[in-house]
T-cell receptor, first 118, second 113 residues
Framework: AQKITQTQPGMFVQEKEAVTLDCTYD???????LFWYKQPSSGEMIFLIY??????QNATEGRYSLNFQKARKSANLVISASQLGDSAMYFC???????????????FGKGTMLLVSP | NAGVMQNPRHLVRRRGQEARLRCSPM?????VYWYRQLPEEGLKFMVY????????ESGMPKERFSAEFPKEGPSILRIQQVVRGDSAAYFC???????????FGPGTRLLVL
C-alpha cells in the first residue's frame, strides 16, 4: 500500500496566485514527520518545509505553509503569491519512527509538477 | 558552508561495467543516506550509513550494489556489472545526529547503454 499519495500529477497556476499541492499519508506510527521538497529542472532536491506529528501549529516558511490535518492524514503544501521560479516538481515525504531514534529514512510520493504561468 | 557534494553529476556506463558514485556530506553531518529516483518516480531509500558502519541497507538490492562510508573520505555507492535498469538518478542526503531534516546533494544521473 502506498504510504504517501500525491493525487495531482500536474498543476497550473498564474503568477501571484496561491496554489495548494495535495498530500495524504498512511502510517500507524504515532510519531512521524512530513516534508516537502522541490525539484527544479536542474534536478537537485531542495528542502522546503517540515511538520512534526506532535507540532501544534501548522509549519510556515516564507511563502510556504503546510496545511496539516492530522485526522484526515493530509499535509498539503500551500504556496502563496506564486513566482515563475516556483515551476518545478514537488515531492511530499514522510519520516516514521521514534523522534530520537538517531536516524530516519524518508518515503516519498510520486510528485506533482507545478507550472507557473506569467 | 558547502552543501552535500556528489560526483560525478552525470555518468555513462556500458552494460557490465562498474559505476562508482561519491558523496561528501555537509560539514558536521555524520549520517549519510542514498536514494534512487527512477524516471517518473519519487525517490526510494536504499541505504543509511554512519562513519564506517552500514546501519540500514533494507532498500538496497542484495546483488551488485554496495555502499561504504570510510573514516576518511566520501561515501561511495558502487554498482557492479551495471544493467539498463540501473539507469536512474542517485541522490545522497546527509543529516546531523538527532536532526530531522535530510539535506540532499545534486544527484548523479547514471545512464547505462
Amino acid at each position: 500500500a502506498q504510504k504517501i499519495t500525491q493525487t495531482q500529477p500536474g498543476m497550473f497556476v498564474q503568477e501571484k496566485e496561491a496554489v495548494t499541492l495535495d498530500c495524504t499519508y498512511d502510517t500507524s506510527d504515532p510519531s512521524y514527520g512530513l516534508f516537502w521538497y522541490k525539484q527544479p529542472s536542474s534536478g537537485e532536491m531542495i528542502f522546503l518545509i517540515y511538520q512534526g506529528s506532535y507540532d501544534q501549529q501548522n509549519a510556515t516558511e516564507g511563502r510556504y505553509s503546510l496545511n496539516f490535518q492530522k485526522a484526515r492524514k493530509s499535509a498539503n503544501l500551500v504556496i502563496s503569491a506564486s513566482q515563475l521560479g516556483d515551476s518545478a516538481m514537488y515531492f511530499c515525504a514522510m519520516r516514521e519512527g521514534r523522534r530520537n531514534s538517531g536516524y530516519s529514512t524518508l518515503t516519498f510520493g510520486k510528485g506533482t509538477m507545478l507550472l507557473v504561468s506569467p | 558552508n558547502a552543501g552535500v557534494m556528489q560526483n560525478p553529476r552525470h555518468l555513462v556506463r556500458r552494460r557490465g561495467q562498474e559505476a562508482r558514485l561519491r558523496c561528501s556530506p555537509m560539514k558536521g553531518h555524520s549520517h549519510v543516506y542514498w536514494y534512487r529516483q527512477l524516471p517518473e518516480e519519487g525517490l526510494k531509500f536504499m541505504v543509511y550509513l554512519q562513519k564506517e558502519n552500514i546501519i540500514d541497507e533494507s532498500g538496497m538490492p542484495k546483488e551488485r550494489f554496495s555502499a561504504e562510508f570510510p573514516k576518511e573520505g566520501p561515501s561511495i555507492l558502487r554498482i557492479q556489472q551495471v544493467v539498463r535498469g540501473d539507469s536512474a538518478a542517485y541522490f545522497c542526503a546527509s543529516s546531523t545526529q538527532g536532526r530531522e531534516t535530510q539535506y540532499f546533494g545534486p544527484g548523479t544521473r547514471l545512464l547505462v547503454l
